[in-house]
């Protein structure tokens, strides 16, 4: 199965500061089928990005996704107060998908 | 709008069973790909089972092969998950997803605790 990184374990930044969140695989990921999720405290993991760079319906533009291959990012442009909680990549394009360990995001 | 609500969680001793509920609103509930996924306490994320449109094809994460069995019935827009021989390892809020045919998760319940202990 394909094991996914994520780094750092924990990101302490303020509001207003640009969050860069990291994701690897063991493999190559095929046709960029990566996704981030992010998940607040005792609330469902919530899907931001699919296929590596689009944003799902209603996520705002201060979110972006890059990377292709084994290497992708999560970029959060200015954070804002709501933005803080675990970031999640996922992996669907072999069987069994696969969850990264999760990036923490919190308030510095 | 959609909905996914999670029913049937609880307290149960090693060696029982379960059996999870997911009622599905707000969408063609017939289809879509059907998932779930379970979280242990404090850990990440672990897809678990899913099961195609019609019910004809089933796959499993390994560590729950052979214990536990996804269904599902469109005429009750409901997925089931049923979970025997449960072990301490099972521990986790499991959440029902919605697949969107791609593999990945786009809507997701709220999720159901499943504490597995003596």
């Known amino acids: 199965e394909i094991v996914l990184t994520q780094s750092p374990g924990t990101l302490s930044l303020s509001p207003g500061e640009r969050a860069t969140l990291s994701c690897r695989a063991s493999q190559s990921v095929s046709s960029s089928y990566l996704a981030w999720y992010q998940q607040k405290p005792g609330q469902a993991p919530r899907l931001l990005i699919y296929g590596a760079s689009t944003r799902a319906t209603g996520i705002p533009d201060r979110f972006s996704g890059s990377g292709s291959g084994t290497d992708f990012t999560l970029t959060i442009s200015r954070l804002e107060p709501e933005d803080f909680g675990v970031y999640y990549c996922?992996?669907?394009?072999?069987?069994?998908?696969?969850f990264g360990q999760g990036t923490k995001l919190e308030i510095k | 709008e959609v909905q996914l609500v999670e029913s049937g969680g609880g307290l149960v001793q090693p060696g029982g069973s379960l059996r999870l509920s997911c009622a599905a609103s707000?969408?063609?509930?017939?289809?879509?790909?059907m998932s779930w996924v379970r979280q242990a306490p404090g850990k990440g994320l672990e897809w678990v089972a899913n099961i195609k449109q019609d019910g004809s094809e089933k796959y499993y994460v390994d560590s729950v092969k052979g214990r536990f069995t996804i269904s599902r019935d469109s005429a009750k827009n409901s997925l089931y998950l049923q979970m025997n021989s449960l072990r301490a390892e099972d521990t986790a809020v499991y959440y029902c997803a919605r697949d969107n045919n791609y593999g990945l998760f786009d809507y997701w319940g709220q999720g159901t605790l499943v504490t597995v202990s003596s």
């Open positions: 996922q992996q669907y394009g072999t069987s069994p998908r696969t």
């Open positions: 707000g969408f063609s509930f017939s289809r879509y790909w």
